[in-house]
């Protein structure tokens, strides 16, 4: 199974939006309402964000909100913190009892 | 708050086989799927192995099948990952994670195992 695809890098200026893309196919992230998203500061733990595409855990700011049209899941993060500055990865359920998670978005506060 | 504390990491020769554990505390880890996810130093999260609530379906990635066997007790809130012929490419930090269909919600701290002769 392929790893779904994130651009490396996004970046953008404290209160702006920024949106990341995770795109697969039709037999994962198009093919399942299963789509997470993941935040992880250098040297820590990863922490879920998103789940089932537009979900949010409790205690996970409004700032960060969940899309899907297709095979490409979006991650969008309004109102940028210097705190947001991290990696951020997408996971799909795949079918086939399989999971995949994207190569991981490097987040660039300005 | 649910914690996972895992345990068992170190340094193994090619070949060679280890055995990781996660304890679970703070939910009642009987309810729920548990997985394992590794992250290679510098590059991404890799999810390696999955196991339903009681064991029934148990699921391996491609590159660790017929190496490497999720397993659990319930009755000690324990996961396991036994790994065997292990390879270079294995070495990674690696975390326990709860959760299902790609979700995962709490995460270990995790515990680096190290491929090398």
């Known amino acids: 199974q392929s790893a779904l695809t994130q651009p490396p890098s996004a970046s953008g200026s404290p209160g702006q939006s920024v949106t990341i893309s995770c795109t697969g196919t039709?037999?994962?992230?198009?093919?399942?309402?299963?789509v997470s998203w993941y935040q992880q500061h250098p040297g820590k733990v990863p922490k879920l964000l998103i789940y089932?595409?537009?979900k949010r855990p409790s205690g996970v700011p409004d700032r960060f909100s969940g899309s899907k049209s297709g095979n490409t899941a979006s991650l969008t993060v309004s109102g940028l913190q210097a705190e947001d500055e991290a990696d951020y990865y997408c996971?799909?359920?795949?079918?086939?009892?399989?999971?995949?998670f994207g190569g991981g978005t490097k987040l660039t506060v300005l | 708050e649910a914690q996972l504390v895992e345990s068992g990491g170190g340094l193994v020769k090619p070949g060679g086989s280890l055995r990781l554990s996660c304890e679970g505390s703070?939910?009642?880890?009987?309810?729920?799927?548990m997985n394992w996810v590794r992250q290679a130093p510098g590059k991404g999260l890799e999810w390696v192995s999955s196991?339903?609530?009681?064991?029934?379906?148990?699921y391996h990635a491609d590159s660790v099948k017929g190496r490497f066997t999720i397993s659990r007790d319930n009755a000690k809130n324990s996961l396991y990952l036994q790994m065997n012929s292990l390879r270079a490419e294995d070495t990674a930090v690696y975390y326990c994670?709860?959760?299902?269909?790609?979700?995962?919600?709490?995460w270990g701290q995790g515990t680096l195992v190290t491929v090398s002769s």
């Open positions: 994670a709860r959760g299902t269909m790609g979700t995962y919600d709490y």
């Open positions: 703070g939910f009642t880890f009987s309810t729920y799927s």
């Open positions: 196991i339903s609530s009681s064991s029934t379906y148990i």
């Open positions: 039709s037999s994962d992230v198009g093919g399942y309402n299963y």
């Open positions: 089932e595409v537009t």
């Open positions: 996971s799909s359920y795949v079918g086939n009892n399989n999971r995949v």
